[in-house]
């Protein structure tokens, strides 16, 4: 969308496309900048993707507006050891609805 709504989000391999604001939050729908994801079985690179599903989970305020990203949460298929696996994000702990702010990128 704009580069410098992404620095001010300033997390890793992300893309702010759409700002959908109302009285009480903003909702950021975000895209990835990168199409294949790590195995964590297999450590292999894939790009198989078998399905996504839109998560919300809560960041930081903004000048006191509340701050929600939409996030693609995608799905895998990996070919080589054959098993499914939803694609880690560093600023996201596993079961977790809020953003982190000490991810690094690998």
């Not at 195995?39 to 000048?63: A, F, N, T």
Request: with cysteine; charged share 25%.
């Amino acid at each position: 969308m704009d580069f410098h709504l992404d620095g001010l989000l300033n997390l890793p391999d992300i893309t702010i496309e759409r700002c959908i604001k109302n009285d009480t939050k903003t909702i950021l729908k975000v895209g990835f900048l990168t199409d294949d994801a790590t195995c964590p079985h297999c450590k292999q690179s894939r790009d198989e993707l078998h399905q996504i599903r839109p998560i919300l989970i809560r960041d930081l305020p903004i000048s006191g507006q509340l701050i929600e990203l939409e996030i693609p949460r995608r799905q895998y298929y990996c070919n080589n050891c054959q098993k499914y696996f939803t694609e880690q994000l560093c600023f996201v702990d596993v079961g977790r609805r809020y953003t982190k702010r000490n991810c690094s990128t690998p």
